[in-house]
């Protein structure tokens, strides 16, 4: 068998479940922003916010990296222009990760000052980039 497959199918999976959550936790604050503060809503939107997070989202960027590191030192991609374009996307999504996870915390402590439209808006970030990721490995412009 060989390891290089594996390790990208495995990254594939892990990639496809980091976007899945990435996409998916700021279509619930849009609906947490709505929802009264110590509602049953409210604080059912937390239990789904936290576990969305820390179950799903936080171990697939790890394994996300984790994978994509080690494919790239089997592949010397490293030395590829597409490659150095890509690290930067998926930095920039790991930042836009960690804007969730602070929000996760101001909804966790009922502090949010966001409105809808401020996730929707939000809600557009990751899908930019995970645009421009695809396009940088399939296509290797450069």
């Given at each position: ?12 999976i892990?990639?496809i ?24 809503q ?58 969730l ?42």
């Open positions: 068998m060989n390891l290089y497959l594996w390790l990208k199918a495995l990254h594939v892990a990639v479940s980091w976007m899945a959550g990435m996409l998916y936790l700021p279509r619930l604050f849009v609906y947490h922003s709505g929802a009264e503060k110590g509602s049953v409210s604080e059912t939107f937390k239990v789904m916010e936290r576990r969305l997070l820390k179950a799903i989202i936080n171990p697939a960027m790890a394994a996300t990296w984790i994978l994509g590191l080690w494919l790239a030192f089997e592949a010397q991609a490293w030395r590829d222009g597409w490659f150095h374009g890509k690290v930067a996307l998926v930095i920039a999504m790991s930042a836009v990760h960690g804007v996870a602070k929000h996760v915390k101001a909804f966790a402590a009922d502090a949010n000052v966001k409105d809808g439209r401020y996730f929707r808006i939000l809600n557009e970030v990751p899908t930019v980039l995970m645009i421009g990721i695809v396009i940088l490995v399939i296509v290797k412009p450069f």
